[in-house]
DNA sequence: GTGGTCTAGACCACC
DNA sequence: GTGGTCTAGACCACT
């Protein structure tokens, strides 16, 4: 599905969380689509369930993963209750863009390259 | 300056790098700008030189710190020589846009507020 | 410090995060004040040290808690850097207050024990 | 009438209890009203009749429902023999404020929220 | 079979 | 010493 790398500062399950959350975001994992259970996609990355099920776990706190016990885990539209993830992304959007334009970026440059992500 | 926050995840000097950034980025500090020296910063946040140092070092190598030897270290328009923050900061605008797009915003949306920031 | 239920259905680590949460909001722990280390409360609870931890990195996402690496965690206002748990907070009072009042209780009564509380 | 979710980590019948105790307390059902025949909803809403049977026993015990043998079940004003829905109200009426005002809410401000509440 | 919880024991980086 | 991460293995309730 994706590979880890260990030699990355990021923890294992944060790479597995950010890797699953592209996926989703994406469109590469459908809205609705069932995703590996804890235990399979465990087995085939070769590291530990409950690892796994910690990603998993954050990833449904941000709403991009909804657990059915007995039936799996499902992707879902990112709608965490609150909007802690907007919120983060917002503050992320700006900081980049601030810095991206005062490096000489147009903002025309930067909406056409907005436009142009994910088609 | 700025204020430290000693339980924040990220190591002091990279706090610090990322505060003397942001004011470069915002305009707070302009480019040609000459910012205080590591020994009297050191001082008046009451932490180790060492760390100020460090935070110095990386911002020069992100271009937006231009040290001249016995006069001081001045604020510079972030050319670094590699392009390693651009690609950086590009690979990190495409991931939020496309996230804050799967979430919601329309992309007229987003760029509003391109051109809103730091006006 | 507290006492455990294991006959309640709340799993242990959502006991000890309620109960931290109730003694930080009464004010039984003040904002600042160091918690027990994760090792010392597990042990002096008789419960595995991870399951502490998932309790604190809990109280941590909701404000309550900020720990500092190889310092110990301490109590906190209660910011999380979104407001999820001031959303959930709002919308259960909301629906208790209309089941009170459907139950017969005059709006005056609930706001002078809403006055009373924690005095 | 409403729509059950699946994804819930609450079982159907607490989610049915939920909802139909939500329609009475705020009027959507007035008391006297007779709901639907256990068997009517639980052919409507594609689930076993036993689910609803649960429910509307959950609901008689709190005393928003009133079974009369061989004409239906109405909705009564919430009188629970044992006043043990009550005190749960009560317990968590207060623990909300608490925090609420731990988080910043003036009493004040509580109070205007209490008065507008189902208006 | 699935997710959810818990235990026991280990290693790391930082102070 | 502290928090943070990971592994291995176990049990539960529900489908």
Redesign the pocket.
């Known amino acids: 599905m994706f590979t880890l790398n260990y030699r990355d500062a990021r ?3 944060e790479q597995v969380k950010d890797e699953l959350r592209h996926l989703v975001v994406t469109g590469a994992i459908e809205i609705g689509e069932k995703l590996p ?4 996609m465990a087995t085939s990355m070769a ?2 369930p ?2 796994i ?1 910690r990603a ?2 954050a990833l449904e706190q941000e709403g991009y993963l909804s ?7 499902f992707a879902a539209q990112g709608r965490d209750a609150d909007g802690s993830r907007r919120t983060l992304l917002l503050k992320t959007f700006d900081e980049t863009a601030t810095e991206l334009l005062f490096l000489g970026f147009a903002p025309d440059e930067l909406c056409t390259r907005l436009r142009e992500v994910r088609v």
Not at 37 to 40: G, K, M, N
Not at 67 to 73: E, L, R, T, W, Y
Request: proline residues 10%; hydrophobic residues 30%.
């Open positions: 923890p294992i399950y259970s804890v235990r399979a590291i530990n409950n690892t099920q998993y776990e657990p059915v016990a007995g039936k799996g885990s």
